[in-house]
């Protein structure tokens, strides 16, 4: 079965940390990324990373503070995300492409998994 299913939201406190996973099941693409959607916001982009050649890329609210990594042999890539602050509540989701780290525009979907920073 074809699917990236998304793991490790939750609700957690500014300045907490968090880490998302996503599993590929079925399918095998170069660019591998996390998106997300706050409520009443358009989708975009947080980081994706480049199998080609293991670039990254990191939107200018989250550099610094989060990473992205992929386990290539279980088919895993993983969203680290630190001090984190109210304003990256959003459904986070994971997404791949062959080619591009860009919204609209990539290939496969994940269904989303919710990150809540509140105190």
């Known amino acids: 079965q074809v699917q990236l299913v998304e793991s490790g939201g939750g609700s957690v406190q500014p300045g907490g940390s968090l880490r998302l996973s996503c599993l590929a099941s079925?399918?095998?693409?170069?660019?591998m990324g996390w998106f997300r959607q706050a409520p009443g916001k358009e989708r975009e982009g947080v980081s994706c990373?480049?199998?080609?050649?293991?670039?990254?890329y990191y939107s200018a609210s989250v550099k610094g503070r989060f990473s992205i990594s992929r386990d290539n042999a279980n088919n895993i890539v993983y969203l680290q995300m630190n001090s984190l602050k109210p304003e990256d509540t959003a459904v986070y989701y994971c997404?791949?492409?062959?080619?591009?780290?860009?919204?609209?525009?990539?290939?496969?979907w994940g269904k989303g998994t919710l990150v809540t920073v509140s105190s």
């Open positions: 990373i480049n199998n080609r050649d293991g670039s990254t």
């Open positions: 079925g399918l095998s693409y170069a660019v």
């Open positions: 997404a791949a492409d062959d080619w591009v780290c860009q919204h609209p525009g990539m290939d496969f």
